[in-house]
């Protein structure tokens, strides 16, 4: 597992090329201590956290259980925090979480392991905190503490504003956080008001400290937290007192560290044409002069005297940079002959929120285009729209004389579910059918609006995703080798992926992992064709990142729009994970080829009025 330290942070941070490294790290940490102490004879005390961001290392301490006689007897454990109020057997709560995700699958005993009662009548929750601060002290006090950390900056539940010697308590959730939540309770107004959580001075006093982040969606906060000064309004940035606290990120949650947004500043930079294109378009984008009007002023002024000294003047660079961006700029994505392109959509509208105007430019310039949509989506839908599609289909039959009385069976099974159903329950399989079939018919109303006609779409309704909830299984085996039959059926000359660096679990990671690896097998039989990466529905790829800019005009930004439109169940979306934006798919999308195309206007290139990105896929 190669790691590197982060030069210049306050707090001791290991950047590592995946989650995956990072989590097996974070679990030999704890391997080593347990191991150790089991030979002496001494009980090991954890500090556990929950949320997506440990279930890799719970995944890693199971396998060393399962695999590696790792003898987890003699652990006793702490949860970092409970939802309020809430009742342990609740699909949400942190109590039912551990055991599905980790106690059940180890040898810790029962009577040894804590977690905050969300159960507590509210008047006696301060006794309670105190009893649970007794009994960490009573175990002998954490050894290891293990922390994820919110987009507020907090640590367990510690919000904006919890002081430095904070103790356990019953706390307000911060409004971030709820909404964050939402996802996994179907909805904000679901998610419990309040939690208990250890306070930030019970963390402190942990006698060691790992904190993970992992996905794009967190640098923003790694950042804070490691490189700013302490501060109540991020407590995480408490742990830069700790004396032996170690934050373990993956690429994604560490990007916006110094070290990679500005190396310069912080490091000795070994100026490759990389890091030599990042730093003059960061320059031209920062002084706001194109980039054929930087002079070796401008250089100097910002720490860049070195790149000034071994590849300047300030002329040659701009113009080499000029010339390496023009060259990115590509009005026929996949050349004049006519090829077969298949687009692999994760979700059913990735493909026409992130590429639409690319999809419109090949069919247009001649191109079979396919397009394969990975997964149904079904999670995705809102219950109203499965009740009005089951009255629909019973109208319809009934107009046209078909089969009156099965439909109408299933309509009322339908609705009679979906009447008593509670928040966040799974949905039967015959409701999930339903929400998976409204979205394959959006699919093919946006592919056709884009001009692909429906023989050309594959829907793959790939294994990992058939979970019926927000957790998914990992990569299924057969859905890698569905991908390669795909890929010997079409014989494509060019591929697309939705190439996120965010979401560590989500389902976008899962299905580019699963198409890299079916790429990997065909290329070895020697089929081969290029693989470009779009970014899925959240980010945008930077301007110095971008290996092929696809212009759109005013019209296709137009069409595109309308084919996302056809995605009707996807409006409103606020509620979902990632949901805390509240513009819709389609003002994001224009945004983003907009934001694009006047970054390029503002380095001195051409003018467009919005550029679809892509980078090339590298393995490895
Ligand atoms: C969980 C906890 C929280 C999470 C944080 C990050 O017990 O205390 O502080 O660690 O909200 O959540 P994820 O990992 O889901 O991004």
Not at 126 to 134: G, I, L, P
Request: glycine share 6%; with cysteine.
């Amino acid at each position: 597992m190669s790691s590197h330290y982060v030069p210049n942070a306050r707090l001791r941070t290991l950047v590592f090329k995946t989650s995956g490294d990072a989590s097996r790290h974070a679990a030999l940490i704890v391997e080593r201590l347990v191991r150790e102490n089991n030979s002496a004879g001494r009980p090991t005390v954890l500090g556990l956290a929950t949320g997506s961001t440990p279930v890799g290392l719970y995944r890693e301490l199971i396998r060393l259980h399962k695999e590696e006689g790792l003898d987890l007897s003699g652990v006793i454990t702490f949860n970092l925090d409970e939802y309020f109020p809430i009742p342990p057997d609740d699909p949400h709560s942190y109590h039912r979480w551990m055991h599905e995700t980790f106690f059940n699958h180890v040898n810790i005993k029962k009577h040894n392991i804590h977690i905050p009662d969300g159960t507590l009548k509210k008047d006696d929750a301060e006794d309670y905190c105190q009893r649970y601060e007794m009994a960490i002290r009573k175990a002998g006090g954490i050894d290891i503490q293990v922390l994820g950390i919110g987009r507020t900056g907090h640590i367990g539940f510690n919000e904006p504003g919890s002081t430095r010697n904070s103790r356990t308590r019953l706390v307000t959730l911060d409004p971030v956080t709820r909404r964050d939540a939402a996802g996994d309770f179907f909805g904000e107004e679901n998610v419990p008001q309040q939690a208990i959580t250890m306070g930030v001075g019970t963390i402190l006093e942990a006698r060691k400290v790992v904190l993970m982040a992992f996905g794009e969606h967190k640098a923003p906060i790694v950042v804070k937290a490691v490189e700013q000064p302490q501060t109540e309004a991020i407590s995480a940035s408490f742990l830069q007192s700790h004396p032996d606290a170690t934050v373990l990120l993956d690429e994604a949650a560490a990007g916006d560290l110094t070290v990679f947004r500005r190396p310069w500043e912080v490091t000795t930079v070994d100026w490759t044409p990389d890091r030599i294109r990042q730093a003059v378009v960061w320059l031209s984008l920062t002084v706001k002069k194109a980039l054929l009007k930087l002079s070796d002023p401008d250089f100097r002024d910002h720490h860049l005297y070195d790149l000034l000294r071994e590849h300047g003047p300030a002329e040659t660079l701009g113009w080499e940079v000029f010339q390496d961006r023009a060259k990115t700029i590509q009005h026929e994505p996949a050349g004049k002959e006519p090829q077969t392109v298949l687009v692999f959509s994760p979700h059913p509208d990735d493909d026409v929120i992130s590429m639409g105007g690319t999809i419109i430019r090949l069919v247009e310039q001649g191109h079979k285009v396919h397009v394969a949509y990975m997964t149904s989506g079904n999670i995705a839908v809102f219950d109203h729209d499965a009740r009005r599609f089951a009255d629909f289909v019973e109208a319809f039959n009934r107009i046209f004389g078909i089969d009156g009385k099965a439909t109408a069976e299933v309509k009322e099974r339908v609705q009679k579910f979906l009447d008593a159903k509670g928040p966040g329950q799974p949905d039967t399989d015959e409701v999930l059918k339903i929400k998976g079939l409204i979205r394959e018919t959006e699919a093919r109303a946006a592919a056709l609006a884009c001009g692909i006609p429906p023989e050309r779409l594959e829907f793959m309704d790939l294994r990992f995703y058939r979970t019926g909830t927000i957790a998914k299984a990992p990569i299924h085996p057969e859905d890698i080798n569905d991908i390669v039959k795909l890929f010997e059926r079409l014989q494509p000359a060019q591929i697309y992926v939705a190439g996120e660096l965010s979401d560590p679990h989500g389902t976008h990671r899962t299905c580019a992992e699963a198409i890299y690896e079916a790429v990997r097998r065909v290329r070895r039989k020697g089929q081969n064709f290029e693989v470009w990466l779009y970014r899925g529905a959240w980010e945008e790829w930077e301007p110095h990142q971008i290996e092929m800019a696809v212009p759109l005009s005013p019209e296709t930004v137009e069409r595109k729009k309308l084919a996302i439109f056809r995605h009707q169940s996807q409006k409103d979306k606020a509620m979902f994970p990632g949901g805390h934006d509240k513009r819709e798919f389609w003002q994001r999308a224009e945004e983003r080829n907009r934001a694009t195309a006047i970054a390029y206007d503002a380095l001195g290139l051409p003018e467009f009025y919005a550029v679809e990105a892509f980078v090339r896929w590298k393995d490895g």
